[in-house]
């Protein structure tokens, strides 16, 4: 979602800026704009569409400046076109913004009437953008200015703001949107994650909610929304630049697929410990009595980070013999929801700044409720906020669809479990077990990694389907349901996922010569009850793709197009079934042309709800 960047130093801006806006790519936008200043004017450049459009248009234009601002926009208020695109202006007011300005119909209409503003695009950004004006005539400073226009804004934000009187200078303040201060001898960068800074510096402070940075070359100061000061430790990136980069892949989705041997072992390292068939995690935060008296898991996420909190559910019932409530983060927001102080709020996400995952969270802290949070992205909102957390490891998730981040999901819901079922129910002989099945997963997703040429020839087949569905039972079915998101955003196919014996109930009317289901049949506890949901399949002609365990040939009968998977325990089972599934839609979605990293409309870090 929108990319924001600033840079306010000794150099020339641009080539930052852009270098930034490329990084942040991955975020999803549909338009894109700098703002330098130079010279008390500021030159706006923006483009509708990719960044290399931005980006021939600076080569025409060579707008120069060592203070500059730029921004990546994902559409919400008014079309994708270059009228709506930031940076927005107001006078001698210059502004990026992500994020809602939720009263912007209000504000809007007193800045007509009381000053006679008048408005060029359709967005709440430039209201921003000349409440800040109409206060600078007053104010005596750009920060009291946006100070003041930011106490009347209800909504979120992450604002860069310039002033072209005062151009050494950029103040940012955040709200609900993350930003980030990068600091160097003789520059400060702005932006909205830390992949745009990597290369320029390794030291950055991460602002808090209702915060103003007010920055100049080398040097920021940041005030609360009560004028006071405030500090915050300095925090060092640890991010390399090859970890953000293609590695010679021709996507980063197929990079991030093939890299998860090596994350599964990353999110493994030095947290198993086989003799006590037990997990050790570091961050837990938490006094060991919490669970062993708590009564209930509670996950919250979004997508498929939801989907990995569903497959968990499977899971962490068996291991803690506690009950786990699954939520769409969306949904559970605005309930009332019942929760006690013997309720663990797990909350699950990727980038740690999905907003209606984060509010889930402040609104579980409201209550009262102990949080952990499975999150990837180090230091980011949620990873902040919540009382322990388990990190992933995953590395930066680049692609919008995610895929190494689901596995590391679900792996950190094992570990939780093996520590919280093993005060419980779980015996050492079964954690054992688990703690063997964690081990052999990074060989054993490599030996399907390894079918990559095989998967690639059954996706050729299926790439002018028009619908697919995906069928499986028990923790397959929260693998069908990520299988079906995979495909459908980045191949634009329409999918379904149902729980297989529950396809009689209805979906089983959609089957006929022509629809293709992935079914999910390995060797596990429910492998007949499963066959027999198959062979309801097969009576009604359905075109299969069966995800079966090796060695087993009966699969065959049904279908030409059989992917194997290594035999497994029960818990990593699903993991591996989810492997061949990325690999489906991802070629899939190559045969078809889509723009796989960035699918049309989606985004990656989704921080409007
Ligand atoms: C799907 C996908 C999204 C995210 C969801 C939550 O491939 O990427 O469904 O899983 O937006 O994002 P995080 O995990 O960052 O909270």
Redesign the pocket.
């Known amino acids: 979602m929108c990319g924001i960047i600033g840079y306010v130093g000794k150099q020339d801006a641009m080539p930052v800026l852009v270098g930034g806006l490329r990084r942040m790519e991955y975020r999803g936008y549909d338009s894109a704009g700098i703002a330098l200043v130079s010279g008390g004017h500021t030159a706006v450049v923006k483009r509708k569409g990719k960044i290399t459009n931005l980006a021939d248009a600076l080569t025409a234009k060579k707008p120069t400046g060592m203070t500059g601002i730029g921004h990546t926009r994902w559409a919400t208020h008014g079309v994708p076109n270059e009228v709506n695109a930031h940076p927005h202006q107001a006078g001698h007011i210059t502004i990026v913004h992500n994020g809602i300005i939720e009263n912007y119909a209000d504000l809007k209409e007193r800045l007509i009437k009381d000053h006679g503003r008048k408005f060029e695009s359709e967005t709440d950004t430039e209201v921003l953008a000349h409440l800040i004006s109409v206060k600078r005539e007053k104010d005596e400073s750009l920060e009291a200015a946006v100070l003041s226009a930011l106490l009347e804004v209800e909504g979120t934000f992450a604002v860069l703001v310039l002033d072209e009187r005062d151009p050494d200078k950029i103040v940012a303040a955040r709200r609900g949107s993350p930003l980030l201060v990068g600091i160097a001898d003789d520059a400060i960068f702005l932006a909205s994650d830390a992949t745009a800074v990597i290369g320029h510096t390794d030291r950055v402070v991460y602002m808090e909610d209702d915060e103003i940075a007010i920055c100049t070359p080398g040097k920021y100061e940041i005030i609360d929304f009560k004028a006071q000061h405030k500090r915050h430790e300095e925090q060092q990136i640890k991010l390399e630049l090859k970890a953000i980069e293609k590695a010679g892949y021709d996507h980063f989705l197929l990079k991030e697929i093939m890299e998860q041997p090596k994350t599964i072992a990353d999110i493994l390292r030095g947290r198993l410990d086989l003799d006590a068939g037990t997990s050790h995690l570091g961050g837990l935060n938490t006094d060991p009595k919490f669970y062993q008296q708590m009564t209930r898991f509670l996950t919250i ?8 909190g569903l497959l968990g559910q499977y899971l962490l019932e068996r291991m803690t013999g506690l009950p786990v409530d699954v939520e769409f ?1 969306s949904e559970f927001r605005y309930r009332e929801p019942v929760v006690n102080g013997h309720t663990l709020g797990m909350i ?7 907003a209606d ?1 984060l509010a889930s969270l402040r609104e579980l802290k409201r209550r009262g409720t102990r949080t952990l949070g499975l999150v ?2 180090v230091g980011s909102s ?1 990873a902040r906020e919540v009382d322990g957390g388990v990190y992933l490891h995953a590395g930066p ?1 680049i692609s ?4 190494k ?2 596995t590391a ?1 679900v792996i950190a819901q094992i570990l939780v479990g093996l520590q919280i079922g093993r005060s419980r129910k779980l015996s050492a002989t079964d954690g054992k077990a688990i703690v063997r099945a964690l081990e052999a997963l990074p060989a054993q997703v490599q030996s399907i990694l390894d079918q990559h040429e095989r998967i690639k020839a059954i996706s050729a087949k299926f790439a002018d389907a028009k619908n697919v569905m995906y069928l499986g039972r028990d923790a397959l079915y929260p693998v069908a349901l ?1 299988g079906a ?2 495909l459908k ?2 191949s634009y196919i329409h999918t379904e996922a149902y729980p297989a014996g529950e396809m009689k109930h209805g979906p089983v009317a959609l089957i006929d010569e022509e629809l293709p289901i992935v079914y999910f049949h390995p060797k596990n506890d429910l492998y007949d009850k499963t066959r027999s949901n198959l062979e309801e399949v097969r009576a009604r002609g359905g075109r299969l793709i069966i995800v079966g365990t090796e060695g087993d040939e009966s699969l065959k009968e049904f279908s030409d197009d059989v992917i194997y998977i290594p035999d497994a325990h029960a818990y990593t089972q699903p993991i591996l079934a989810n492997i061949p599934m990325q690999l489906f839609a991802y070629y899939v979605a190559v045969s078809r042309g889509t723009d796989v990293d960035q699918p049309r409309n ?5 921080t409007v709800e």
């Open positions: 996420g979004c997508g498929t980070a939801y989907y990995a983060a699950v996400t990727q980038s740690g700044e999905t995952t990837n992205v949620v998730e919008v669809a995610s895929t981040a689901f999901q990520e998101l995979k955003e980045i989606l985004a990656k870090s989704v």
